[in-house]
């Protein structure tokens, strides 16, 4: 569960920047973006919806997913039966909310702790840290904030090459899809990647999108880790998992 903070002079401001020159900014001009729209405290364990990109604290969303599959915010289906498959931690944010909130780690540290005690249960350990100077730390800042932006999530742990192999006669109407080289989790199944070729290329909903491993014609519930894994190393190009698609018109029985 998120926690509110206030500060006792209600004059919290937030700088990008080392120095006293540059401009300040109130902390509250951020909250639309650094608090849960379900309990409106700063994000705990910070959580996207992959459908939408909404976030949340993770204890928020998962206790509403026990009596609604729709975006808290948007009301978007997240998914018809096993809504929790399609949510994500976001440690950028996280770390973002952090560094922005004081005290804030510190304070859900604390109470971390203090439930863990209360039901005896071990700690969670640590991870480590390594030990640098002030002035490294200072001057790295920049560089390290960058990296960690741009890192790549251990969930995301599938790497596609979406080959597009054409359409049938009658189905004209269609965008190019740019960009075939996708990063995704193992979890994601075959609907989620046509959803996506289908927002990118902007389909009618009349067209129907096939999508095919080595030999196989894909289903829909099938998840890429499974499709990885029985397939084997045919379905693989440099690493890549590959996938062929085509855009043909619906059978009419």
Do not use: W
């Not at 705990?44 to 459908?51: H, K, L, M, P």
């Not at 790549?152 to 599938?158: D, F, T, W």
């Not at 890429?224 to 018109?249: M, W, Y």
């Amino acid at each position: 569960m998120s926690v509110a903070l206030r500060r006792h002079d209600g004059k919290t401001n937030v700088s990008g920047s080392d120095t006293d020159d540059e401009p300040k900014l109130p902390l509250t001009q951020f909250y639309p973006y650094i608090r849960c729209a379900l309990c409106c405290g700063f994000f705990i364990d910070a959580t996207t919806i992959t459908e939408c990109l909404h976030t949340f604290c993770k204890s928020c969303i998962v206790k509403h997913f026990f009596y609604s599959n729709r975006c808290p915010t948007c009301s978007i289906v997240v998914h018809e039966t096993q809504p929790l498959y399609n949510i994500r931690p976001d440690r950028q944010l996280q770390d973002i909310v952090y560094k922005m909130v004081p005290f804030l780690e510190e304070l859900e540290r604390e109470q971390m702790c203090k439930f863990y005690k209360e039901r005896r249960l071990p700690l969670p350990k640590p991870v480590p840290v390594s030990l640098q100077s002030p002035v490294v730390l200072k001057r790295q800042r920049k560089d390290n904030f960058l990296r960690a932006v741009f890192t790549i999530p251990p969930e995301l742990n599938i790497y596609l090459l979406l080959e597009f192999v054409g359409a049938e006669n009658g189905i004209s109407d269609f965008k190019p899809l740019e960009r075939p080289y996708v990063c995704v989790s193992g979890e994601a199944t075959i609907r989620h990647v046509e959803l996506f070729i289908r927002r990118k290329m902007e389909l009618s909903p009349m067209c129907q999108v096939d999508l095919v491993c080595g030999d196989h014609l894909l289903d829909h519930q099938q998840s890429l880790k499974d499709i990885k894994t029985f397939v084997g190393k045919e379905a693989l190009q440099d690493g890549l998992l590959v996938l062929h698609f085509g855009l043909v018109l619906p059978s009419q029985s």
